[in-house]
């Protein structure tokens, strides 16, 4: 008999949690989203959980401390993470990293004039620039998460930060238990319902200048570092979107889409045939009654530290281009896909288990090519606006280096100019 | 808690590397750190095109020499006691009196370690000579196809000729010493680490 009755309470128990959680989902997240009004609760919970991490990140310090040990900081600029966040000069953006690097060219480093004889001593400079650049490089550091300077509770960043105390294992458990229950079952629901207006989880922190939004018979372009972004911008406006074709769960998903709207989706054979895809993107452009195109020019996903080259493909094509800049807040949830590590569906089990997925989405005024500009000179023109808008380091170096090795060229390059340094500007370096 | 790297390092290698190498207690975890981001296999090792996938080392000339300096004769796998100790060399050298748990023998990062390391870069057969073929291989990498053969040949030619003392056609590490004598190695190869 008591088994008969625990039965039955616990199943009460279950119905009533039920009952409440469904209440509770209609009234303060679908009515509100379907009414537009908010109740502040996401600002509170995001305050709330700063305010937990950066206490868990000062017990983690003392621990250091009585260890008499330092505790490494990345990204150690001085500036509060706060403002490291908002801040939009490029200047300050500039990653600092472990080791301060010595930019001078070749020339100037080894010699005061160019023309003067080879000396044993030069291999120096080629052995302490290789040694920095295994110590510290500009790419290989965009293909991997940020570090964070506070550690938010989530056992993928945690990198450095030891002596962890018994208090902060217990929040840290607490966490585990609370976003995988509570939010991951959360975030499920709401995808279900209704998915424009945005899961608990997704934040857009505002600053957008609806009069740059995208035009039809336009190209937008975007820096890249998730396949959320398209959700992101999907959600404030529509486009046709251009992309590799992808096998399993995306490639369902993109033939879906298809049926939709126009998208372009192109084979990786067929996207080496630059002919071919500025074809289809002009004919799409010139149709005035298509949305307009978004095209992440990077090629590839970036970790949001960093704007890499964008390929010039996109700029060639004779239309406006609507730069969006796309900024995560890292403290929540590392949003940046790293696709040679994970595949995208435990990759979506992380986005759905982080604290929160907050970003800044800022629509920048629209850019035309300019008389006399090449194709090249007018995507970079495009990447430093991005950059110094969304407070990322401006790169060169292509996006492409995250799986293919760097061309030869570029060693050629620098031979010549260590042999200027040997021979001077004369005739006979031809 | 250690899924991120394979294992977070133990207090004790920690303390091991640092009396071998000097390096402070957060630089070892940030070079951890960087050995396992490097370490693609994720099998505690670096092996040679592990190093080339950094883009900036790939096309820096000598790459491929540097890369040679982290290996052992004959080994294709470098630990990370191995990197470090390698790393060691550009450890500027001020920073040894800060260091009380010095090695009793001499630090890795001495002007005559460093000199060595430089050494090694030209010495190819490993033969502690470098030899006039061996300087000519290592300019041909420095300068590509930029300069002629005869005009590098000359460029070896003066350079022996002005180092070689005891007249055996080629440089032994005294001599190389000799001549780098008034080179500020310290401040040339050093990285300036930031903590």
């Not at chain 1, 010139?286 to 970036?302: H, S």
């Amino acid at each position: 008999m008591t088994w008969f009755s625990s039965d039955s309470s616990l199943c009460t128990c279950v119905c009533v949690t039920l009952a409440l959680w469904w209440t509770h989902l209609v009234l303060f997240v679908i009515v509100p989203a379907v009414l537009g009004v908010s109740f502040g609760i996401r600002s509170f919970y995001m305050r709330t959980l700063l305010k937990v991490f950066k206490w868990a990140t000062s017990r983690i310090e003392t621990g250091a401390k009585e260890k008499n040990e330092e505790l490494y900081k990345p990204d150690c600029t001085g500036k509060s993470s706060d403002e490291m966040f908002h801040v939009k000069s490029l200047t300050l953006a500039r990653l600092v990293g472990i080791i301060a690097k010595g930019r001078a060219a070749p020339l100037q480093e080894l010699r005061s004039t160019a023309g003067s004889d080879f000396e044993l001593a030069d291999v120096l400079y080629f052995s302490r620039r290789g040694a920095e650049s295994i110590v510290d490089d500009e790419v290989t550091r965009c293909f991997s998460a940020q570090e964070l300077e506070t550690w938010n509770l989530l056992t993928r960043s945690n990198y450095n930060f030891r002596h962890i105390s018994v208090r902060v294992t217990a929040l840290w458990g607490l966490g585990v238990l609370l976003r995988y229950t509570v939010i991951l079952s959360y975030t499920q629901v709401i995808h279900h319902q209704i998915d424009h207006h945005a899961a608990p989880q997704v934040i857009h922190s505002g600053q957008t200048l609806r009069e740059n939004k995208p035009q039809n018979g336009g190209i937008c372009v975007a820096n890249h570092t998730t396949p959320i972004d398209v959700i992101i911008l999907a959600n404030d406006g529509c486009y046709s979107l251009v992309g590799q074709v992808h096998r399993g769960l995306m490639g369902v998903l993109q033939r879906a889409m298809v049926k939709a709207s126009s998208h372009i989706w192109f084979e990786r054979s067929e996207a080496k045939d630059r002919h071919l895809v500025a074809k289809r993107l002009g004919d799409h452009v010139a149709d005035k009654n298509k949305l307009p195109i978004l095209i992440f020019p990077e090629g590839t996903c970036v970790n949001n530290t960093s704007v890499m080259m964008f390929k010039k493909g996109s700029f060639e094509v004779d239309c406006t281009i609507y730069p969006v800049a796309i900024k995560y807040d890292p403290r929540f949830g590392d949003a940046f896909w790293n696709s040679s590590k994970f595949g995208i569906v435990s990759y979506l089990l992380r986005m759905m288990s982080s604290w929160a997925i907050v970003c800044s989405v800022w629509y920048l005024p629209p850019m035309n090519r300019e008389e006399g500009e090449s194709a090249v000179e007018f995507a970079n023109r495009v990447k430093s606006a991005i950059a110094s808008q969304g407070g990322l380091v401006d790169l060169v170096w292509d996006g492409g280096l995250k799986r293919a090795k760097v061309k030869e060229d570029f060693k050629k390059e620098q031979q010549k100019l260590y042999s200027k340094v040997l021979v001077g500007d004369t005739e006979t370096e031809k | 808690m250690g899924s991120r790297a394979s294992t977070l390092l133990r207090e004790e290698e920690i303390e091991e590397i640092k009396k071998e190498t000097g390096f402070s207690h957060s630089q070892i975890t940030r070079l951890y750190s960087r050995f396992t981001s490097l370490d693609k296999g994720e099998n505690g090792t670096l092996s040679r095109e592990d190093f080339q996938r950094i883009p900036e080392l790939a096309i820096n000339p000598l790459g491929d020499r540097i890369i040679n300096a982290f290996f052992p004769e004959g080994e294709d796998q470098v630990n990370f006691r191995g990197f470090m100790r390698t790393l060691a060399h550009f450890r500027p050298i001020e920073d040894n009196e800060k260091n009380k748990n010095a090695a009793p023998s001499e630090p890795l990062n001495s002007r005559t370690n460093k000199l060595l390391f430089a050494f090694r870069l030209y010495d190819l057969d490993r033969d502690d000579k470098i030899s006039r073929d061996e300087l000519l291989q290592v300019l041909r990498m420095m300068v590509g196809v930029n300069i002629s053969d005869e005009q590098l040949g000359s460029i070896a030619d003066r350079t022996i000729q002005e180092a070689d003392t005891n007249g055996d056609n080629s440089i032994s590490f005294n001599e190389f010493m000799k001549v780098l004598e008034k080179v500020d190695v310290e401040q040339k190869m050093s990285i300036r680490f930031l903590h």
